[in-house]
């Protein structure tokens, strides 16, 4: 007779709670096993992420280099190089090319803004020429006097803004902002510093907007290197996932999970007002038209008291400098003409070459993002009417007959909507 595993009545009971007790005990081994791979994987890719996205070492040498030469100087060569009293803290750097960083400087926070390389013109993912080689702070050159630089800065803005009739007093306003020290004069390494940061659509656009309210103030530079005022809050929703995580977590569910963090609804009407309002500041402004390229939540903050501030606008490019770049530009489908997330123009078929007529004004891209931002929790007064007021606003077209007509009475309606809602609240 063959032996049993479990030999005896009393011995069957013990036996077989000691092979379930093996089992559960290797479950929870391979459970805590798959739980230190996940966990080991997560910091590995967040380390590796980190240290190629996160180079601000690497560009404070750079400035400092060139600082300590002679080459460039600023407002916070200074206090960057010697006195060390401009901090770099957490980074928000999306490429390795543009390090973004929340810093203090003498005790004030700030964001600190630095290139890691320069560019000639957009990048459209496959370049519209070869991309060239360019010696870093080489304009203007020594012997280049006042009224030289004025006039190369004249020309610049001309092909950036187009034949605006009053360029001479922007020009004028670049000669005071590059005048870091105050003392009346701009020294070569001043000009050579204001030169590479207006090849910057977002330093250009700061200086435009410098007295609008949802523009970051400017508060120093030192080379390609600035600093502009802090945002409280560094997303659109209150919640920034890591870098590594977002990749692997769905839009929706990341909008989800936004949503749970977000202000309460009028605090985000506030906010979303803001966005309208900084949308009627780059519409038709005084210095032509700016289109808003990527309105993702990401480029987007606030304040403490919910008002909205601009946190990246490196995709907000003067109209006219866009058009003249995109409209020559081989394609094949629609998708081939597309700038930054949001700027898409058309594919001609007859000559496959990109149209220049951007489809989606910056208001309808607005919108766009803040429809589930308003609905979500939106009053059930005014739900039914918000929500047809954003859908009208998300089906604005350029091309359509008297747009600006529509973009001006869409826009005033939302606002006066919120606002009417709001008016009597502490958030207003």
Not at 130 to 143: A, H, N
Not at 258 to 277: D, N
Not at 342 to 355: L, N, P, V, Y
Request: net charge neutral; hydrophobic share 35%.
């Amino acid at each position: 007779m063959a032996r049993s595993l479990c030999p005896g009545a009393r011995l069957r009971k013990p036996c077989c709670l000691q092979a379930r007790f093996s089992y559960v005990r290797m479950k929870y081994l391979f459970f805590s096993w798959l739980v230190v791979f996940v966990g080991s994987w997560i910091i590995y890719v967040q380390y590796s992420t980190y240290t190629e996205l996160c180079r601000g070492k690497d560009c404070k040498k750079i400035i400092c280099d060139k600082y300590k030469t002679g080459v460039i100087d600023g407002p916070a060569c200074n206090s960057l190089c010697v006195t060390e009293t401009l901090y770099f803290g957490k980074c928000l750097s999306t490429k390795p090319s543009n390090q973004m960083y929340l810093g203090i400087w003498d005790n004030l926070p700030g964001v600190v803004k630095c290139q890691m390389e320069q560019k000639l013109h957009l990048d459209f993912g496959t370049e519209l020429e070869p991309r060239k080689e360019i010696v870093l702070f080489d304009k203007p050159t020594r012997g280049t006097t006042v009224q030289k630089f004025k006039e190369m800065v004249y020309s610049l803005f001309k092909a950036k803004l187009g034949d605006q009739g009053n360029l001479s007093e922007l020009v004028n306003l670049i000669l005071t902002v590059a005048d870091g020290d105050k003392d009346g004069q701009v020294s070569l390494g001043e000009a050579k510093s204001a030169w590479a940061l207006l090849q910057l659509n977002e330093f250009l656009l700061m200086v435009i907007l410098q007295d609008k309210e949802h523009t970051p103030k400017l508060m120093g530079f030192c080379g390609d290197l600035y600093v502009t005022e802090s945002v409280d809050h560094a997303s659109l929703y209150g919640l920034s996932l890591p870098w590594a995580m977002e990749r692997f977590v769905p839009s929706g569910l990341s909008s989800s999970m936004g949503q749970l963090f977000a202000p309460a609804w009028p605090r985000k009407a506030k906010i979303a007002i803001g966005l309208l309002e900084f949308v009627e500041d780059v519409f038709h402004g005084p210095y032509g038209n700016f289109l808003m390229c990527d309105t993702s939540a990401r480029t987007l903050g606030y304040n403490s008291r919910y008002d909205l501030k601009m946190l990246d606008m490196r995709k907000i490019v003067p109209e006219t400098n866009l058009k003249e770049l995109i409209k020559d530009r081989h394609c094949e489908s629609d998708l081939d003409c597309v700038y930054g997330t949001d700027c898409r123009t058309s594919c001609d078929q007859s000559t496959m070459k990109c149209t220049s007529e951007v489809i989606q004004p910056n208001l309808a891209k607005a919108c766009q993002l803040l429809k589930d931002y308003l609905l979500h929790g939106a009053p059930s007064e005014i739900r039914e009417e918000l929500e047809k007021q954003l859908y009208s606003c998300i089906a604005l077209k350029v091309t359509a007959h008297q747009m600006e007509m529509e973009h001006s009475l869409i826009l005033n309606n939302l606002k006066t909507l919120l606002w009417k809602k709001i008016s009597y609240t502490n958030d207003s």
